[in-house]
C-alpha cells in the first residue's frame, strides 16, 4: 500500500495567533486579547494510530475463517463501544504496515488499510460581528438569499468535527447533542475550538442582537465529535461519525477535515452519506498544492476552496480542477467556545459557508442532487475559475431561485 501525506484536517496556514474576545460586546468592550497556541500542521508521512489497523471482510467470510485470519498476522479486534455498527473492524498489531499488506493478499479481505490519524491546525487574528467584521454572507449575497428562506428548524446540518460547544450564546437555542465517538458519549463538547467556529459559519443564531449572522440562521445544527481537544482524530472515529450523522437524518454533513490520502472505508462513509440523501461538503485542503485532498475530493463529496474578502484566491487554498466550488476562508469571523468570537483562516472555514447555502436549498424540499447542481451551476466566475476551481464564488441568491 502506498502511505501518502496527511495534510491538516481543518487547516489556516498562517502561524499568527491573535485576539479573541470572550463576549458580544462592542470592539471597545473588548476584553484583552488571549493567545491560542493550536498550530499544529501535520508533515508525517502516512500518520496513523500507533499500532492500529482497519480491515473490511468480505460479506461471505465465515466468523472462524476470520479469526484463523486474524491469528495468522497476530492481530486483535479492539471492542467497537461507539453509537455505530460499523462494516469494518479495528485491530491491534505490531507492525501496521506488514499486517496491512498482509491482508490485503488475502482472499477473504475486501480491504485494509492503517487507521489513519487526522490533525486540526487554525490561527485566529481579532474582532467579531457581523456588521464591519464578517464579508462571508455579504460577498455570496446571502443576506439577499435570506429574504427568500433561512432554513427550516426541522432540517439539520452535522457539524462533524472537535465537538461544538452547545451553551454558546449564538449557538444554544438550536444546537441538537449529537455523539462524541473521541469519548463515546453524547456530550460532545468542543475542547478545540474549530467546530464551535465551523457551526458558527454555517448556522449561528442571528438576528438575537449578539455575536454573528450563521449562513442558515433558521437550520438547526447536530454536534458530532471526532476529533480530539488537540484537533486529531482516527479515520475510524471520522468514518463512524459520517455514518452516524446520516443515519440520524442529517440533510446536511460538513466535514472541515481530511487528508491526501487514498481510503477506502472513508469513501465508503462518504457514498454512504451520499446515498442516504445527505448532501456532502468537505473542505480541499491548506497545503497550496493542486494535489487532491480527501473526502473533499471524492465524487459524492462537494469540494470548497478558499477567496479572501476580495474573492482572490487563499495562498494556503489547495486548487485543481477537481475543487467544486470556491468560499470566503479567510479572517473569518465566528464563535469559538466559552461565549467567544475570534478570526480563522482556512479551507476549513470556506466549507461551512456551503454547508450553510446546501442547508437552505434543503429547506426548499430539494434533494442532494438538485441543491449540488443548483449551488455549482449559479457559482459566479471569478479570477481562477475553470483553473483553480472548477465552478466560482458560491452566490447564495442566484441558488435559491434556481
Not at 20 to 47: L, T
Not at 249 to 278: F, K, P, R
Not at 369 to 382: G, L
Request: overall charge negative.
Amino acid at each position: 500500500m502506498k502511505f501518502k501525506k496527511f495534510a491538516s484536517l481543518s487547516l489556516a496556514v498562517s502561524m499568527m495567533v491573535s485576539p479573541v474576545f470572550a463576549d458580544a460586546a462592542s470592539k471597545d468592550e473588548a476584553q484583552k486579547p488571549k493567545k491560542i497556541d493550536n498550530i499544529n500542521v501535520q508533515k508525517e508521512q502516512g500518520a496513523y494510530v500507533k499500532g492500529e489497523v482497519v480491515v473490511k471482510f468480505k460479506d461471505d467470510a465465515k466468523g472462524k475463517s476470520k479469526e484463523k485470519v486474524l491469528k495468522q498476522v497476530g492481530a486483535k479486534v479492539i471492542p467497537d463501544n461507539d453509537a455505530v455498527e460499523s462494516e469494518f473492524k479495528v485491530l491491534k498489531v505490531g507492525n501496521v504496515e506488514a499486517v496491512v499488506k498482509a491482508l490485503n493478499k488475502n482472499p477473504q479481505v475486501e480491504y485494509a488499510e492503517p487507521n489513519y490519524k487526522f490533525e486540526a491546525a487554525t490561527w485566529t487574528p481579532n474582532d467579531t460581528y457581523y456588521q464591519g467584521y464578517q464579508y462571508g454572507p455579504q460577498n455570496t449575497e446571502t443576506n439577499d438569499a435570506w429574504d427568500i428562506t433561512r432554513g427550516s428548524s426541522s432540517q439539520e446540518i452535522a457539524v462533524v468535527d472537535s465537538g461544538v460547544d452547545y451553551n454558546h450564546p449564538d449557538l444554544d437555542g438550536k444546537t441538537i447533542r449529537g455523539y462524541d465517538f473521541v469519548d463515546n458519549d453524547y456530550y460532545p463538547m468542543d475542547e478545540n475550538n474549530h467546530g464551535t467556529h465551523v457551526a458558527g459559519t454555517a448556522a449561528a443564531e442571528t438576528n438575537n442582537s449578539q455575536g454573528i449572522a450563521g449562513m442558515a440562521p433558521n437550520t438547526s445544527i447536530i454536534a458530532v465529535r471526532a476529533l480530539d481537544a488537540n484537533g486529531s482524530g482516527s479515520l475510524a472515529d471520522i468514518a463512524d461519525a459520517i455514518t452516524y450523522s446520516a443515519d440520524v437524518g442529517a440533510e446536511v454533513i460538513n466535514l472541515s477535515l481530511g487528508c491526501d490520502c487514498s481510503t477506502t472505508t472513508l469513501e465508503n462513509a462518504v457514498n454512504y452519506a451520499w446515498n442516504n440523501g445527505s448532501t456532502v461538503v468537505a473542505a480541499a485542503g491548506n497545503d497550496g498544492v493542486s494535489t487532491t485532498f480527501e473526502p473533499a475530493s471524492y465524487e459524492n463529496a462537494i469540494a470548497v476552496g478558499a477567496v479572501d474578502s476580495n474573492n482572490q484566491k487563499a495562498s494556503f487554498s489547495n486548487y485543481g480542477t477537481w475543487v467544486d466550488v470556491t468560499a470566503p476562508g479567510v479572517d473569518i469571523a465566528a464563535t469559538v467556545p466559552n461565549n467567544g468570537y475570534a478570526y480563522m483562516s482556512g479551507t476549513s472555514m470556506a466549507s461551512p459557508h456551503v454547508a450553510g447555502l446546501a442547508a437552505l436549498l434543503a429547506s426548499q424540499g430539494r434533494s442532494n442532487t438538485e441543491i449540488r447542481q443548483a449551488i455549482e451551476q449559479t457559482a459566479d466566475e471569478i479570477n481562477g475559475t475553470g483553473t483553480y476551481f472548477e465552478h466560482g464564488l458560491i452566490n447564495s441568491l442566484e441558488a435559491v431561485q434556481y
